[in-house]
């Protein structure tokens, strides 16, 4: 069965600091890869995908995720972060086409500090 | 256009009563999901309904839990005698069939007490 897993539980930065967190599935077919973000009070929202090609994605908000496929990974970055960027960050993939479901990591908090 | 809406927003129901929860899906989207956010398991796939096609039911925890979506657009997730363990947002989720992107809704706040 596929799983994903996300090693940070709760991030803490300054505003303006680098952005990283990490994001590992497990799955040994094709796989489309999402981020998705819950802004506080707020329901989930598309934030990049990656379905083939370039495995350097861009999405909104000027963050962007690699897909390194020998390390079954799609961390999440983002070169400056913003006090408004706090929130609760979800990586998911879809392995099996047959439903399409998500199966998602357990999330990042995210706290920017102004 | 209009997003994925879910009612009601918040219900509390005390133990071993039946809830009733409900999604609008968007207009032409014909695959619907329902998930269910909780503190111990994080976001799970409970049910996926794609056009006429019988349900995927196989993340439904328990027969306690039922969903049908009526004329390929809205959908009720049923629990049936409401247990603590089942307090959690449940969240709807909408898509088009040639698509992998779903969209979410607010989601409800189910609290059993």
């Known amino acids: 069965a596929q799983s994903v897993s996300q090693h940070n539980h709760h991030v803490i930065l300054s505003e303006a600091a680098s952005l990283e967190l990490g994001c590992n599935y497990s799955y040994g077919g094709t796989v489309n890869l999402f981020w998705y973000v819950q802004y506080p009070g707020q329901h989930l929202q598309l934030l990049l995908k990656?379905?083939?090609?370039?495995?350097l994605v861009k999405g909104i908000k000027g963050f962007e995720a690699e897909f390194i496929k020998s390390k079954f990974s799609f961390n999440l970055r983002k070169p400056s972060v913003q006090w408004s960027d706090t929130a609760e960050y979800f990586c998911?993939?879809?392995?099996?086409?047959?439903?399409?479901?998500?199966?998602f990591g357990t999330g990042t908090r995210l706290t920017i500090i102004p | 256009g209009a997003g994925v809406s879910q009612s009601p927003s918040n219900k509390v129901t005390e133990k071993g009563k039946d809830v009733e929860l409900r999604c609008d899906p968007i207009?032409?989207?014909?695959?619907l999901y329902w998930y269910r956010q909780s503190l111990g398991q994080g976001l799970e796939f409970l049910i996926y309904?794609?056009?006429?096609?019988?349900?995927?039911k196989s993340g439904l925890p328990s027969d306690r839990f039922s969903a049908e979506r009526t004329g390929g657009s809205v959908s009720t997730l049923t629990i049936q005698r409401t247990q603590q363990e089942d307090s959690a947002v449940y969240l709807c989720?909408?898509?088009?069939?040639?698509?992998?992107?779903?969209?979410f809704g607010p989601g409800t706040r189910l609290t059993v007490t």
């Open positions: 998911a993939v879809i392995g099996n086409f047959g439903n399409e479901k998500l199966t």
């Open positions: 990656y379905f083939s090609g370039d495995p």
């Open positions: 989720a909408s898509k088009r069939r040639e698509s992998y992107e779903q969209y």
């Open positions: 309904f794609q056009g006429n096609s019988a349900p995927d």
């Open positions: 207009s032409g989207h014909t695959a």
